[in-house]
Nanobody, 116 residues
Framework: QVQLVESGGGLVQSGGSLTLSCAAS????????AAWHRQAPGKQRELVAS???????KYSDSVKGRFTISRDNAKNTVYLQMNSLKPEDTAVYYC??????????WGQGTQVTVSS
């Protein structure tokens, strides 16, 4: 009934772009601090971008200047615009909502594959 649902993943060539979306369903749930994480095969999960409800953003060094996180609070939706994609960006991308003292909410993940 209340969950996060990602979409927009796929296969792209190096240098291409993708936009991921993360929508919250249900009238009670709201996305707190929004975050995009990714996990490549055999590697630890990595936080790549986050955004507070007030618009404060942070990015990992590996994606800074190439990725942009945004949100539409009225639509309860978070986006990740990914430009200049590299093969090392290949991973499953997860949307999450974080807030200290509250439960974290996670999406199911969407696969992004960047070919050489």
């Amino acid at each position: 009934q209340v969950q996060l649902v990602e979409s927009g993943g796929g296969l792209v060539q190096s240098g291409g772009s993708l936009t991921l979306s993360c929508a919250a369903s249900g009238s009670i749930f709201r996305i707190e601090t929004a975050a995009w994480h990714r996990q490549a095969p055999g590697k630890q999960r990595e936080l790549v971008a986050s955004m507070t409800r007030g618009g404060n953003t942070k990015y990992s060094d590996s994606v800074k200047g190439r990725f942009t996180i945004s949100r539409d609070n009225a639509k309860n939706t978070v986006y990740l615009q990914m430009n200049s994609l590299k093969p090392e960006d290949t991973a499953v991308y997860y949307c999450a909502s974080h807030k200290v003292g509250l439960n974290d909410y996670w999406g199911q993940g969407t696969q992004v594959t960047v070919s050489s």
